[in-house]
C-alpha cells in the first residue's frame, strides 16, 4: 500500500470495546494483571508501554519502513537517548551545520561522559572518511539541514559505516523530510530520527520524537532501555495528537513543498536577496543529490538577505502573514533571524532568515514577503 494510505491505517483499528473509530485516549497508568499474574493485553505501566504510544509507534515504524520504532518527549529526547547509549571513548561523527540542538546535547548534556565528537561536512565523503576513527560508533547526518539546506548522500554515508565495520551505527535525522519525500532506511541508513513536533504531527501542538531502526542493533537496545528505564516518554494525548496529525500528512507534505518551490523562485529573482537555500533549486548545491534521494523538496528553506543583521532583523519585523516564531511544519508561515535564535558560536550568518512555508496560499505568503523586502 502507499504512503497515504498506510499514514491513515498504520497502527489504527476499531476500538473492540467501543466500536469507535477514533481511538480513545486511554489516560490510565495501570493495567490489570491476571489472577496468575500476566498481563493478558500486553500492558502493565504506562511509562514502559501505553496503547496510544504503542499504536503510534507501529504507525512511524511502516512509514519509514523500519523494524520497530520508540516514541520519546522531544526530537532532541532521541538524541539523548541515542548519545546516552555510548560508552566513554566512543566517538561520533556529526555534521558541522547540525541542528544546533544535537550540539547542545552532547557538548553540554553529555559533557562530563567522555564522549569525543568530531563535526564535520557531511556533503565531503572523503572528509567524512579522513575523521572516522577506530573508536567511531556514530555517525549522525541531518539531511536537508537546518538551516542552510544541505544535502547529504545517503548512501554514500551508508557505505562508508558499513565499511568502518558493524558496531558503526549511522542515524538520518529526517525531520525536514519526513517519510514522505525521503526514505533513509531504504539507503542503507540504520536509524531514522524525527522531531514529530514538526510535519509529521504538523499543526504545531505537541512535542516529540521518534526512532525508527531498520534491523536491531545495540544502540536501539540501549534506546529502548532509555525510553523503559529512562521514561522520557511522551502522554498519550501527546501521541494520540501526533497520530491524528499523521492522517494528512502526505498531503500537507507535498503542499508544503509546491508552496516552498514557488517562494524559492520568486525570492532568487529579488534584488534585496543575496541568496536563496532550497534544494530544489537547480543552483542549489546538492540539488541532483536531493533529486535523486528526496521525491519533493519539502517546506523549509532559507535566504540571505543584502546588507547586514540589522537590515535582516527589520525583514522579519515588518511581515505581517509570515509569523514571528521558531519551529517548523505546521499550517501557518514563521520566520525568524536564526543567528540571534542559535546564539553565540552559531555558523549561520546574520543575514539569514529561515521560513517554514506553510499551507497559505503561495501568493499571500510572496505578498507578504514583497513588502517585508521593499525598502
Ligand atoms: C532538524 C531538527 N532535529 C531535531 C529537532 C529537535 O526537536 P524537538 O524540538 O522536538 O526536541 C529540531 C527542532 O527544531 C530540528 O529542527
Known amino acids: 500500500m502507499r504512503i497515504e494510505t498506510r499514514a491513515i491505517h498504520a497502527g489504527r483499528r476499531i476500538d473492540p470495546g467501543t466500536g469507535a473509530v477514533t481511538p480513545p485516549i486511554h489516560l490510565s497508568t495501570t493495567f490489570e494483571r491476571s489472577p496468575t499474574g500476566e498481563y493478558p493485553l500486553g500492558y502493565s505501566y504506562s511509562r514502559e508501554d501505553n496503547p496510544n504510544r504503542h499504536a503510534l509507534q507501529v504507525c512511524l515504524a511502516d512509514l519509514e519502513g523500519g523494524?520497530?520504532?520508540?516514541?520519546?518527549?522531544?526530537?532532541?529526547?532521541?538524541?539523548?537517548?541515542?548519545?546516552?547509549?555510548?560508552e566513554p571513548g566512543d566517538h561520533i561523527l556529526a555534521p558541522d551545520d547540525v541542528y544546533w540542538g544535537l550540539r547542545n546535547v552532547i557538548g553540554v548534556v553529555f559533557?562530563?561522559?567522555?564522549?569525543?565528537?568530531?563535526?564535520?561536512?557531511?556533503?565531503?565523503?572523503?572528509?567524512?572518511?579522513?575523521?572516522?576513527?577506530?573508536?567511531?560508533?556514530?555517525?549522525?547526518?541531518?539531511?536537508?539541514?537546518?538551516?542552510?539546506?544541505?544535502?547529504?548522500?545517503?548512501?554514500t554515508i551508508a557505505e562508508i559505516a558499513r565499511a568502518a565495520g558493524p558496531n558503526v551505527m549511522t542515524v538520518c535525522d529526517g525531520t525536514f523530510a519526513t517519510p514522505v519525500l525521503q526514505r533513509p532506511l531504504e539507503c542503507g541508513i540504520d536509524m531514522v530520527a524525527h522531531s514529530t513536533t514538526k510535519y509529521i504531527s504538523g499543526h504545531s501542538d505537541v512535542v516529540g520524537g521518534v526512532l525508527i531502526t531498520r534491523h536491531d542493533n545495540y544502540l536501539f537496545e540501549r534506546a529502548r532501555k532509555a525510553q523503559h528505564y529512562g521514561g522520557g516518554v511522551p502522554s498519550p494525548f501527546d501521541c494520540w495528537l501526533t497520530h491524528r496529525g499523521i492522517d494528512t500528512l502526505a498531503y500537507r507534505v507535498r503542499a508544503h513543498s509546491e508552496n516552498a518551490m514557488r517562494v524559492a523562485c520568486w525570492l532568487c529573482a529579488h534584488p534585496q536577496v543575496?541568496?536563496?537555500?532550497?534544494?530544489?533549486?537547480?543552483?542549489?548545491?546538492?540539488?541532483?543529490?536531493?533529486?535523486?534521494?528526496?521525491?519533493?523538496?519539502?517546506g523549509m528553506l532559507s535566504f540571505e538577505v543584502r546588507?547586514?543583521?540589522?537590515?535582516?532583523?527589520?525583514?522579519?519585523?515588518?511581515?505581517?502573514?509570515?509569523?514571528?516564531?521558531?519551529?517548523?511544519?505546521?499550517?501557518h508561515s514563521l520566520i525568524e533571524h536564526r543567528a540571534s535564535v542559535e546564539g553565540r558560536g552559531t555558523k549561520t550568518p546574520d543575514t539569514l532568515l529561515r521560513c517554514s512555508i506553510g499551507l497559505e496560499h503561495a501568493d499571500d505568503l510572496i505578498a507578504d514577503l514583497e513588502q517585508a523586502l521593499s525598502l
Open 111 to 155: 559533557a562530563k561522559a567522555g564522549i569525543q565528537t568530531s563535526y564535520v561536512d557531511m556533503t565531503r565523503p572523503d572528509l567524512v572518511k579522513a575523521a572516522l576513527r577506530p573508536e567511531t560508533r556514530l555517525i549522525w547526518v541531518e539531511t536537508p539541514s537546518n538551516p542552510l539546506m544541505k544535502i547529504t548522500d545517503l548512501e
Open 67 to 86: 523494524k520497530e520504532a520508540l516514541c520519546f518527549a522531544s526530537g532532541l529526547a532521541v538524541a539523548t537517548a541515542v548519545v546516552q547509549g555510548l
Open 307 to 331: 546588507g547586514d543583521r540589522v537590515r535582516a532583523m527589520s525583514v522579519v519585523a515588518r511581515c505581517e502573514l509570515f509569523i514571528r516564531a521558531t519551529s517548523l511544519g505546521g499550517a
Open 274 to 298: 543575496e541568496r536563496v537555500h532550497y534544494p530544489g533549486l537547480p543552483g542549489h548545491a546538492g540539488h541532483e543529490i536531493a533529486a535523486r534521494q528526496m521525491s519533493a523538496f519539502g
